[in-house]
């Protein structure tokens, strides 16, 4: 079996026709590094040359499904100093949109090998999928929901936007606009009543519920369902998912680098990661524009006061 640092990839041993694609950052509730996007397409790669391996199940280790982007990593614990840019949260000044757009494109098209396999994919999904994680999830053929776990996009709100655009496609215009324009995650429940997931159980039963889903796919030959694969994907293509994708990894890198975006980091920079993402879930009015700048600013320097500025 191939080996991985954040995920790992196996046949089932009960169910050899099953593939089990595990998340393994545990500690982290399998928050997304800059290992993961490749580790899933490779692991992608070696389910669909494994002949036995009719269906992909995607699932979290330890209590959670997945978090999304390891925020700590990228909005709290880079120092202000150009040394250190990273691709997607530079601080050198112009920001190049490019080098953001070439990063965060890799890591969507690493989801996206998930919706391109020949090989049905299914999310199991506890807790969270939220943010990336969420990315991750309906990049997934199915997806099978515990009644209580939670799937949404917060960051719509300020420093992101889903690069897989994935919730148009999936819930329909009105829906989707709602999510994102809220920022609010829904239920399994919610998901299921709204079609979004296909199954969606008591937490005690998402294992067998998704066995079960896994089982009977497995028994139809692999040709016929990569048919009905491409078939339905083609729709998707022809809608346009390529293009909405295109300018929705362009919108992320945006936010991340204007005013509201520059501002959630330096709230993050200087009073930690979770005060920030209380003022943004809150429902309190979010800086923008002037006002953002001058609070980035303020903040800006009480970090270099302080000597976090490197």
């Known amino acids: 079996m191939p080996k991985f640092s954040a995920l790992s990839i196996e046949k089932d041993p009960a169910r050899p026709r099953v593939a089990r694609l595990r998340l393994s950052r545990p ?15 490779a ?36 120092p202000l100093a150009p040394k250190v840019d990273n691709p997607l949260q530079q601080e050198k000044k112009p ?8 990063e965060m494109k890799r890591h969507t098209e690493a989801f ?11 999310a199991k999904v506890q807790a969270y999928a939220v943010g990336g994680g969420s990315d991750i999830a309906l990049c997934c053929d199915l997806l099978v929901m515990a009644d209580d776990a939670k799937i ?6 300020v420093w992101g936007c889903p690069t897989t655009a994935m919730w148009t496609f ?28 296909n199954i969606s159980v008591p937490a005690a039963e998402l294992d067998a519920a998704t066995d079960a889903l896994a089982d009977r796919i497995a028994g139809v ?9 491409l078939v339905v994907n083609q729709v998707m293509l022809t809608a346009g998912v390529e293009q909405a994708q295109t300018l929705a990894t362009v919108f992320d890198g945006i936010t ?37 700048r001058r609070l980035a600013a303020e903040l800006e320097k009480r970090i270099a006061d302080s000597g976090q500025g490197g």
């Open 152 to 157: 949404g996009y917060m960051p719509t709100r």
């Open 170 to 197: 999936r819930l329909g215009p009105a829906r989707a606009k709602q999510m994102m324009f809220t920022g609010d995650p829904i239920s399994g429940l919610k998901a299921a009543e709204w079609g979004l997931a």
């Open 221 to 229: 030959p692999r040709s016929h369902l990569a048919m009905h694969k």
């Open 112 to 122: 996206m090998s998930l919706w391109r396999s020949s090989k049905p994919t299914i």
């Open 43 to 78: 692991a992608v790669a070696w389910a669909e040359a494994e002949e036995e391996v009719h269906v992909i199940v995607v699932e979290g280790e330890g209590r959670a499904f997945c978090a999304g982007y390891d925020m700590v990593v990228l909005a709290e614990d880079t």
């Open 27 to 41: 500690e982290r509730l399998n928050a997304i590094d800059t290992r993961m996007p490749g580790e899933i397409a």
């Open 256 to 292: 991340r680098h204007n005013p509201e975006g520059l501002w959630f980091r330096r709230q993050a920079q200087a009073e930690g990661f979770k005060s920030a993402v209380e003022w943004r879930d809150s429902g309190r009015p979010i800086p923008e524009g002037d006002e953002a």
């Open 95 to 102: 920001w190049d949109s490019m080098v953001d757009y070439a």
